[in-house]
């Protein structure tokens, strides 16, 4: 879903494919930009919108002169793939970030980066962090215990703690089989916390597997509900696993989320 906005007003453009699979963008060439600056919004969910960013900015500069460009960037592509872990394998996340940096975006808003690998590839980079999101959510802080569903996430979550006022943080741990990749055991360092609620705090799920396993532990440790906020809510498997599993309701940032039809899921904007 790609969006041309000047100012606060959304601009239409049109884009289609080739026979060939080639992308083309086309702005309609009365629409007048005095000010020379344009926002894209690019929430990608494949190659092709990739290559619709990219059109897109070329058309832009080409119609209106070179003008300024800011890029918002919810999710970054590859972003999960930000080191080389066998021999002969692309950093692919440099490469996506090569690509953006020579589009020479005035800059570029990026939403809760799985690592700071990212940032420090982006040039012109501004982060909207993750507690700026859980800020949003209307739960009770006294109520509520933060979980760190694995290490990657521990760090982050004492700065949601921190920023949003929470009392408690609990931290959990995954164990891998490194031959097939499968979760083998979630351990929870928490006691039994009766009836107060868990929340799950990360910033992608894509098919679950992780809050899955995590929700059936937690269940074990309280009489509570148990609730989940991920960034980027790819959900690859629908999210009635993760209802199934104990998760009462999924709270989220990212447009993934939005072709999924439930009751159960709340973008915050």
């Known amino acids: 879903m790609i969006k041309l906005f000047i100012g606060q007003v959304e ?9 060939g699979g080639e992308v083309q963008v086309q702005i309609p060439a009365n629409i007048e930009n005095p000010w020379r600056h344009c926002t894209i919004e690019a929430k990608i969910h494949n190659s092709n919108d990739i290559m619709i960013l990219f059109n897109l900015t070329n058309a832009a500069r080409m119609l209106w002169g070179g003008c300024e460009i800011d890029l918002i960037l919810p999710y970054v592509p590859y972003s999960r793939q930000d080191r080389v872990c066998a021999e002969g394998e692309s950093l692919a996340l440099k490469v996506f970030c090569d690509l953006i940096n020579l589009q020479n975006y005035n800059s570029v808003t990026i939403y809760d980066p799985h690592s700071d690998v990212t940032p420090a590839l ?3 980079c501004i982060v909207k962090e993750q507690w700026e999101f859980v800020s949003k959510i209307a739960v009770s802080q006294a109520s509520t215990i933060l979980v760190s569903p694995d290490a990657g996430s521990f760090k982050k979550i004492f700065k949601v703690a921190q920023k949003c006022k929470f009392n408690s943080v609990v931290r959990a741990d995954k164990i891998r089989d490194v031959t097939t990749g499968k979760i ?4 929870v360092y928490s006691e039994h916390v009766g009836d107060k609620d868990f929340f799950i705090v990360d910033d992608i799920c894509d098919g679950g597997m992780t809050f899955i396993q995590l929700a059936k532990e937690l269940k074990k440790l309280t009489t509570g509900d148990i609730y989940l906020y991920t960034t980027h809510a790819i959900l690859s498997k629908g999210f009635a696993p993760l209802h199934e599993a104990g998760i009462t309701r999924l709270y989220t940032a990212n447009c993934w989320a939005e072709s999924v039809n439930s009751d159960y899921i709340t973008i915050i904007k």
């Open 11 to 19: 601009m239409p453009f049109k884009h289609f494919l080739f026979s």
């Open 122 to 124: 982006l040039n012109n």
């Open 184 to 187: 083998t055991e979630t351990v």
